[in-house]
Each structure stands twice: as structure tokens, then as C-alpha cells.
């Protein structure tokens, strides 16, 4: 997991250069910047990749609860405050945690590992997420091309070579289109004509002669009609 950008919206000096060294201390955590008021924080946030926010509440002009309410909700956001009374409304504005001044280490890390391990459920999600994605690579003009099986819309028989159609490229590899039903190993594909395999998450509409994705219209083989009917229809 990458280091997380951290910036203190602090006006109290001493608060903010307590909760610095505490940043400097913990690995992982890389500190960005510390802004006295809302608006050089809004201008900060604008230059840098901020991740996580330790926010005062007590500012000047425009207080901490009010600024959260106005910058998305990408950031996590550690309270700080002198005053426990905000509580309840932090945390229905979703806040990581609450950090009550004078702020022990202790009290400080025990926030930033609720953080740290939001972040890396999140990773494990993603990555997971990757890792179930199938895919094929494929000969294309002495190039092996990773195609992924979900971006694939339909492929087209073309004797000895098939045409594999995405949302974003178009491949040509050698193929004939039964060796490539074969290797498909998700359910969703359907062969629909001797020229043509299906994903049927692309599909749109369909009748007795044809599938339509999007705004292209391929033929439905007479022989294929019943089985293809069946699987669509569920």
C-alpha cells in the first residue's frame, strides 16, 4: 500500500506541530502541508493528491464541520477539537475518527490504524477484483494482446482468423471460431450463428432473426434459435 498524504487544517501552532511530529513518527503516512484556515486548505487540496485530512473544528471564519460539508467525500477525515460536544455530528458526516486535544500517541495511532485498514480492505477488494478478471492473450500482428473475456461484445468468424470485437479495439488473431468457443470460460457467451459468438451481457434486444448490441444487428442462426432463446430468457 502506497503512503497516505496527510494535511493538518490546524490554527493553533502548538496542536499542529504535536500532530506533525505524531505524522513524521508513524510509517506510512507522509504529511503534505499545514494550512491555519479553510481556504489555503481548499487551495492545497486543489495542488496535491490529499488522503487524509486532520481537521480543527474551531477555525476561523468557516469551521471544520462546515468545510467537510463543502469538499467531496474521497477524503478521510480525522477530527480534533477541545470540545467533545461535535461528536455525534462528526461522525454523521462519516468522519474516520474524533481526537479530543490534548492528543496522546496512543490515542492518535489507534485513529490512524482505523485508516490504514480501511485502505487496504479497499485494496484487497480491488485486487481481488483484478484477479477474477479472465483473460486471454491473443497473436495480433506479433504482438500478444491481453484481452479481457467481460470487454469482449461479440467475435466473428472469419474462416481461419475471428475478429474479436470490444467497446474500445477490434483484434484480429488466428483463430477459427470453434477453437475459440472452447477457451471462453465464461457462461454468458453464446454461439448465436456459425459466424458469430455472443457475450450476452452486451446484448440489447434480440427477435427470431436477430441480436442487436447497441446499434449493430447480427444474425440469429436458425439452428441456434432455441438454445440461444432459452439461455436469454433464463
Known amino acids: ?10 490554527d493553533e501552532s502548538l496542536a499542529a506541530d ?11 503516512l507522509k504529511l503534505k502541508g499545514t494550512c491555519e484556515n479553510v481556504f489555503v486548505a481548499i487551495e492545497k487540496l486543489r495542488c496535491e493528491k490529499i488522503d487524509l485530512i486532520f481537521l480543527d473544528i474551531n477555525l476561523p471564519k468557516i469551521n471544520g464541520i462546515n468545510f467537510i460539508k463543502t469538499i467531496p467525500d474521497k477524503y478521510d477525515i480525522v477530527l480534533t477539537t477541545a470540545y467533545h460536544q461535535y461528536a455525534i ?11 479530543l486535544k490534548p492528543i496522546e500517541f496512543s490515542r492518535f495511532l489507534q485513529a490512524v ?8 480492505k479497499v485494496s484487497s477488494e480491488v485486487h481481488s477484483e483484478i484477479r477474477q478478471r479472465v483473460h486471454h492473450f491473443f497473436n495480433v500482428e506479433k504482438k500478444q494482446v491481453k484481452v479481457f473475456e467481460d470487454d469482449i461484445l461479440y467475435i466473428e468468424s472469419l ?7 470490444t467497446r474500445k479495439r477490434i ?7 470453434g477453437e475459440i468457443e472452447k477457451i471462453l470460460t ?49
Open 159 to 165: 474462416k481461419d482468423y475471428v475478429r474479436i470485437h
Open 171 to 177: 483484434f484480429v488473431t488466428k483463430f477459427q471460431i
Open 113 to 120: 490504524n482505523k485508516v490504514f485498514d480501511k485502505h487496504k
Open 18 to 28: 504535536v500532530i506533525s511530529d505524531y505524522i513524521h513518527q508513524v510509517p506510512g
Open 89 to 99: 455530528e462528526g461522525f454523521n458526516l462519516n468522519v474516520i475518527d474524533y481526537l
Open 1 to 10: 500500500m502506497q503512503d497516505l498524504n496527510c494535511l493538518i487544517v490546524e
Open 186 to 234: 465464461q457462461e454468458n457467451f453464446i454461439r448465436i450463428h456459425k459466424s458469430y459468438i455472443v457475450n450476452s451481457n452486451s446484448i440489447t434486444s434480440f427477435n427470431a432473426q436477430e441480436i442487436e448490441i447497441d446499434d449493430i444487428s447480427l444474425p440469429l442462426g436458425r439452428s441456434y434459435k432455441v438454445i440461444v432463446e432459452r439461455k436469454l430468457k433464463g
